[in-house]
């Protein structure tokens, strides 16, 4: 069961630390079960598929099948990747705004907005995800926005250097989701019929079979699910939102709870992903 986070309060540089951590939980979170879910949808389709098919056609389906599944993963798994970087990131700015010795801190830090700006270029290339205009202009104010007085001068001087970094990987994120949406939603779309043919439809119009709390609960999961598609809209803005509130973080214009409120979005639609793989699990052959 996956559950929204409980938002610790202290200073405002522990608390934008512990918001950016808690983003990449979730957004590793979401891409988690997603991937699972992708993989595992893949292989009942393959199944399904291999009942009807001439054998002689076999090899080809499941070698087309792999192909285009591996890239799929391939990219997913890469986003869990540069997030998980994003992750030490901001578990390294949280050690400097600890840090007794701030000047080896700081180096830490300094070394992980590299490896941040590396994966950005990275995850941009290898999806061909391009900023416009808008976008770039947007992440050059982004450093002068640092408000004074708001952070601990040793964070504020990191912040001042990485606060475009940071934006140009929430942009990233946020394109590289629109761009897997379609896929996304057609996953989910026939996994939902399928648990709702072979598990609800199928059992019920089967007059001589008893129904009865399970056949119920299963219907209830997938009523449920059935707004999973609406929460990967959500999810999606969430995404989006972050940016914005990214640069209110900045100046003390945000405090960390309305980073909470776009995360709820991002784990109601990775809870909705979970119950509905929970209620695939045991469909009939």
Known sequence: MIHAR???HGNQGRDLCTAGIQYTEALDELLD???RTMIDYDSDELLRQRKFAD?????????ERDKALIEQVKTLEAFRNHGRRLRAYFVGLQALADAKVQESAAAAVEDLSGSVTAANASLARSNHLDLNEQERAYLSKLGGLVA????????????????AVIAEQLIL????LERLRGILEDRYAGQMDVVRNQKIRKPYVNA???LGDEWKADRAQWIRSSFCLDE????????????FIWAGILQGEQNVESVQLALN?????????????EADKEKED
């Open 6 to 8: 409980i938002w610790p």
């Open 55 to 63: 054998p002689n056609d076999l090899r080809r389906f499941l070698d």
């Open 265 to 277: 979005d991002i784990y109601a639609f990775t809870q909705a992903v979970y119950t509905l793989h």
């Open 33 to 35: 079960v997603t991937i």
């Open 208 to 210: 001589a079979e008893s």
């Open 232 to 243: 990967l809209t959500k999810a999606g803005e969430a995404i989006r939102q972050m940016r």
């Open 173 to 176: 994120h946020e394109k590289l």
């Open 148 to 163: 004074k007085g708001v952070h601990a001068e040793a964070v504020r001087k990191a912040l001042v250097r990485d606060a």
